[in-house]
T-cell receptor, first 115, second 115 residues
Framework: AQTVTQSQPEMSVQEAETVTLSCTYD???????LFWYKQPPSRQMILVIR??????QNATENRFSVNFQKAAKSFSLKISDSQLGDAAMYFC????????????FGKGTKLTVNP | GAVVSQHPSRVICKSGTSVKIECRSL??????MFWYRQFPKQSLMLMAT?????????EQGVEKDKFLINHASLTLSTLTVTSAHPEDSSFYIC???????????FGQGTRLTVV
């Protein structure tokens, strides 16, 4: 079974600085997608960034980028120039392309941005 | 982007009654919809996967007779919590996906309180 581990229950960062959220996963499959989702206090799940496992190039979306290390099964999220609106719960997730193709989420990291 | 509308956003019901939650894809047809449950300060736990016109696939430990899922059309799935108990109080979130490798879009969630 696949698992997703987020070892940092809480993180904090100063506004305008950079923070990295960790995520490791375990799967025996070779074809999968990895995601970072943001859940602000409104509870709406918002996709932050997506990475296809077959792509070696790290995905980037404006101030958000990932460090995807497939051999190490690591998928960290870097937030640059942190803004107050980045404060939220961040969930790492994996989607396998075979079988039921369901998202499996990590337990989340609560990010606080200090002004 | 695609919009998934979940209704109601909050509901309070008496113990022993049933409550229905709707999940609609507003501007796309969703071949697959997913229902999650999220306890306070915890991650999203998949309850079931539903495909239009077929029976839902429930995750291990989820009572299918208690959590009735109907996916009657490509734009609507419903979750009915039958004979609700206080321990069913939780945050329920649906997501919808267009195709097999398509991105999943999330509803706003429903906070259910059983008194």
């Amino acid at each position: 079974a696949q698992t997703v581990t987020q070892s940092q229950p809480e993180m904090s960062v100063q506004e305008a600085e950079t923070v990295t959220l960790s995520c490791t996963y375990d799967t025996s499959e070779s074809d999968y997608y990895l995601f970072w989702y943001k859940q602000p206090p409104s509870r709406q799940m918002i996709l932050v960034i997506r990475q296809e496992a077959y792509k070696q190039q790290n995905a980037t979306e404006n101030r958000f980028s990932v460090n995807f290390q497939k051999a190490a099964k690591s998928f960290s999220l870097k937030i640059s120039d942190s803004q107050l609106g980045d404060a939220a719960m961040y969930f790492c997730a994996i989607l396998l392309q075979g079988g039921s193709e369901k998202l499996v989420f990590g337990k989340g990291t609560k990010l606080t941005v200090n002004p | 982007g695609a919009v998934v509308s979940q209704h109601p956003s909050r509901v309070i019901c008496k113990s022993g009654t049933s409550v229905k939650i709707e999940c609609r894809s507003l501007d796309f047809q969703a071949t697959t919809m997913f229902w999650y449950r999220q306890f306070p300060k915890q991650s999203l736990m998949l309850m079931a996967t539903s495909n239009e016109g077929s029976k839902a696939t429930y995750e291990q430990g989820v009572e299918k007779d208690k959590f009735l899922i109907n996916h009657a059309s490509l734009t609507l799935s419903t979750l009915t919590v039958t004979s609700a108990h206080p321990e069913d109080s939780s945050f329920y979130i649906c997501s919808a996906r267009v195709s097999v490798r398509g991105r999943a879009f999330f509803g706003q969630g429903t906070r259910l309180t059983v008194v």
